[in-house]
Structure formats: C-alpha cells, structure tokens
C-alpha cells in the first residue's frame, strides 16, 4: 500500500503562482511514476504532469511553459510549481502514483484562481 498526502492548494489571483507539494509513505519502491491530475467542476479527471522514476516527464498541453513538475530524491515528494495561473487551472488537484499493479490517489486540494 502507498499514501499519498498532498499541500500548498490555495486562492491566487491571475499570473499568480503557487507549489504544490505530495508525499509518499508505505510501498515507495513500488513506484514507477508520480504526478499531478486535476478535476475542474462538472468535467472529467485529467493529467496534468508525470515524471518518472528515471526522471522523465510529461505535462497536458495547457500547462506546458507554466508549470514544473520536480523531486528533492526518486520518488519522495514530488513537487509542482505552478506559474502564470489562469481561472482555468481552477480545479481539485489530486497527487497519485502508480506500481505495477495498481494506481494510489492522494486526497486532493483545491486551487482556485480568481480575482
């Protein structure tokens, strides 16, 4: 089993940033990869960035240029920092991992941009 604990949602004004942080406990080494999805009101759960244990990542195209997925060590935490944010990006961002067999979510945290 993998938990996942996710911080630093907020309220922020348009162009303004924040850094979203997820951290891991219990099975860490069955990680693969940890990322970063978002579910904005009434659509559906989409990704937002993933990066691998080798380090490689992967962002939607809306976020491309403004946010930076990043770790201090492989695999634990996992941050994203998240710039030039637009009322778009509003949504719950939920932190998850995936092993082999199986995908683990965190419980989420709002970002809400507005002015």
């Known amino acids: 089993q993998v938990q996942l604990v996710e911080s630093g949602g907020g309220l922020v004004q348009p162009g303004g940033s924040l850094r979203l942080s997820c951290a891991a406990s219990?099975?860490?080494?069955?990680?693969?990869?940890m990322g970063w999805y978002r579910q904005a009101p009434g659509k559906e759960r989409e990704l937002v960035a993933v990066?691998?244990?080798?380090?490689?990542?992967n962002y939607a195209d809306s976020v491309k240029g403004r946010f930076t997925i990043s770790r201090d060590n492989p695999k634990n935490p996992v941050w994203m920092q998240m710039n030039s944010l637009r009322p778009e990006d509003t949504a719950v961002y939920y932190c998850y991992a995936h092993s082999t067999s199986r995908i683990y979510w965190g419980q989420g945290t709002q970002v809400t941009v507005s002015s």
């Open positions: 990066m691998s244990n080798s380090g490689s990542t």
């Open positions: 219990g099975n860490i080494f069955a990680i693969n990869a």
